[in-house]
């Protein structure tokens, strides 16, 4: 991949995942704005990308705002002169069960995720569309957001309806040459290290570089960081042109597309549909075949 011509912003990109798309998108040869809450992270990353022979700055501001959003994409234009690539990886946890979880718990989760990923990509496209040469917007799903997942109300809720929002803007900015895509990653991150099932693999990993077996990379699609960054530079790149409002789950050896909300059973009934009738004919007809909800856990 060639991006030499392409300016990216990356958000959350200090550590972790977002630091591997950075990287990813730097080697490739973009620019890079990295971001970050924290000021030593963020300037590490920049000095690690630099020091590779790429070309990064960076802008400290929790994203969740519009004025965060404005100041990324301005960073971006003054240091490089355009914006071709949004990628919105921020995140934070609040991890509680239903009855446990508070307002701010909730609040706090939503605004990260879902209002960041929102305030970001309207930024970015805003000025993609002035630019009138299309762009790419790249945003951060989760199997939570697909499945649902104990104890994580607030973050299941923001991936959804990240996921949402892609398949509306894939629709929306289609005219002006801009792509909306989610990436559904699962990488050995300081999140997943607090599974148990994963976390004596990465502990592993990280003590003297043992590569997870197949089990992981094949079976759990579960891999590290590198692993993911791949999809990230494919979809910011022209060969990624045709691919619109998917979401796409990456992780060790595995790739995947997830499906799209559908209606996948139905019946009539003439007239329409009473309580009484509705519960004869559940168990005969659309009921037949109820869904499943849930990650499933790990089968090592």
Not at 26 to 40: C, F, R
Not at 49 to 54: E, L, N, V
Not at 190 to 200: L, Q, S, V
Not at 270 to 283: E, K, L, V
Request: proline letters at 4%.
């Amino acid at each position: 991949m060639d991006l030499s011509d392409k300016v990216a912003v990356v958000t959350g990109s200090g550590r972790g995942l977002g630091l591997g798309y950075a990287r990813s998108l730097a080697a490739a040869g973009a620019a890079v704005v990295i971001n970050d809450v924290d000021a030593e992270a963020a300037d590490a990353a920049v000095e690690q990308i630099s020091a590779a022979g790429g070309r990064a700055v960076a802008e400290v501001v929790p994203v969740g705002t519009a004025s965060a959003a404005e100041a990324l994409v301005a960073r971006a234009v003054d240091s490089f002169g355009r914006l071709d690539v949004m990628v919105t990886n921020a995140g934070v946890l609040r991890d509680k069960v239903l009855w446990k979880m508070t307002d701010e718990d909730f609040d706090t989760v939503v605004q990260v995720h879902l209002r960041g990923t929102f305030t970001c990509v309207r930024a970015a496209v805003a000025r993609m569309r002035e630019q009138g040469e299309g762009g790419r917007i790249i945003v951060a799903g989760s199997p939570a957001g697909q499945r649902g997942n104990f104890g994580q109300t607030n973050y299941a809720a923001a991936k959804a309806g990240i996921a949402a929002m892609v398949r509306t803007w894939a629709m929306e900015l289609a005219r002006a040459g801009i792509t909306a895509n989610a990436v559904i990653p699962v990488a050995a991150t300081a999140m997943t290290k607090t599974i148990p099932a994963f976390a004596p693999h990465i502990e592993t990993l990280e003590q003297d570089g043992t590569a997870f077996p197949d089990s992981l990379r094949k079976g759990e699609g579960f891999g590290t960081v590198e692993d993911v960054a791949g999809l990230v530079t494919f979809l910011a790149s022209d060969a990624s042109a045709e691919v619109n409002g998917q979401c796409i789950g990456i992780g060790g050896d595995k790739l995947s597309l997830w499906s799209h909300p559908q209606e996948i059973s139905v019946a009539y009934a003439d007239g329409g549909w009473s309580a009484d009738a509705i519960a004869d004919a559940w168990p005969v007809t659309v009921g037949r075949t109820p869904q499943t909800f849930g990650i499933p856990a790990p089968r090592l």
